[in-house]
């Protein structure tokens, strides 16, 4: 399996536009979470799908961002519109079932999109 | 309730030598405390987990201690390598966070040939 797609890896866009994240999460994976990595916050989780619905968005900072998942292989993380202090990496993750059983399963992190907004 | 703090944010050890990140956590229903590894450019990755009917967990050079009175646990890299080098994250969750995985600050480890 290739992983959880992220693209793009690097984003540079201006102060006011929109940005758009997008993920493909490991196929048969039916939980997906965005997080969101910056020095002063850490990781944070914005928000989790089940099945393709959202679960909880409490981590979303506010009415800027917005997450889907139209269907169970990609997801999207919108930000309209974009100001300097949603600078940060953003993880899409994926697991198959909440890692809080025995089997072992896991949260399977994407390689991040790293966005700069100037 | 919901914070994990981990310690030290940084940490230099000679190649050889043992590293100790630890953390500590508030909610006792946290069930489930896993590390992962990031490597620079990377997501992060599962490197070992446990849970609190144990109080230690070896996976190799790395092993997870656990203190459940105490709601403290870190983790141990025994003869550390230069290729450890890498930002450490220690995790918690429970059944009553509906999957939410909740992360400490980090801790960037440096290993010196």
């Known amino acids: 399996d290739a992983g959880v797609i992220q693209s793009p890896r690097h984003e540079v866009t201006e102060m006011g536009q929109e940005v758009t994240l997008r993920c493909k999460p490991i196929s048969g994976h039916d939980y997906l979470f965005w997080y969101r990595q910056t020095m002063m916050r850490g990781l944070e989780l914005l928000i989790y799908?089940?099945?393709?619905?959202?679960?909880?968005d409490s981590g979303m900072p506010e009415d800027r961002f917005s997450a889907k998942m139209p269907n169970a292989s990609f997801s999207t993380l919108k930000i309209q519109p974009s100001e300097p202090r949603d600078s940060a990496v953003y993880f899409c993750?994926?697991?198959?079932?909440?890692?809080?059983?025995?089997?072992?399963?896991?949260?399977?992190f994407g390689e991040g999109s790293w966005l700069t907004v100037v | 309730q919901q914070q994990v703090k981990q310690s030290p944010q940084s940490l230099i050890v000679q190649k050889g030598g043992i590293s100790i990140i630890n953390c500590a956590y508030e909610?006792?229903?946290?069930?489930?405390f896993p590390w992962y590894q990031q490597f620079p450019g990377k997501g992060p990755a599962l490197l070992i987990a446990?849970?609190?009917?144990?109080s230690e967990k070896k996976e190799g050079r790395f092993t997870i201690s656990f203190n459940k009175s105490a709601k403290q646990f870190s983790l141990h890299i025994m003869d550390s390598q230069p290729g450890d080098s890498a930002t450490y994250f220690c995790?918690?969750?429970?059944?009553?966070?509906?999957?939410?995985?909740?992360f400490g600050q980090g801790t960037e480890l440096s290993v010196k040939p």
């Open positions: 995790a918690a969750s429970g059944r009553n966070q509906g999957g939410k995985l909740i």
């Open positions: 909610n006792t229903a946290f069930d489930y």
């Open positions: 799908f089940n099945n393709n619905v959202p679960i909880d």
């Open positions: 993750a994926s697991s198959f079932k909440p890692f809080l059983d025995r089997g072992g399963n896991t949260i399977y």
């Open positions: 446990i849970r609190p009917d144990v």
